[in-house]
């Protein structure tokens, strides 16, 4: 008996069939965003964590574990975070 190989890309659609699946997928993909922007905000201004850390005002632990827990932090320490980079912090909403 021969086993046909299944996709990633059919094993993704038919998990994310389910409403409750998807919602946490979406959830983790936007925490992951978070954290993405982070460290690109940070690469583009060519800071490391200690001078981000010394810009906001806050010891580099806690710069550490706000970008490892970006979707956990408050929209204030986020701005700060981009303004210490150098950047604004601008949100959006789409229909």
Known sequence: MKVQPITYKTVKNKLLADEKVKALYVEE?????????????????????????????????AVSKLERNADKATLSSLIRYAQACGMELKLSAHS
């Open 29 to 61: 993909k936007m925490a992951e965003d978070v954290q993405s922007l982070l460290y690109i905000m940070r690469s583009k201004a060519g800071l490391n964590i200690s001078q981000v850390a010394e810009r906001m005002g806050i010891s580099q632990p």
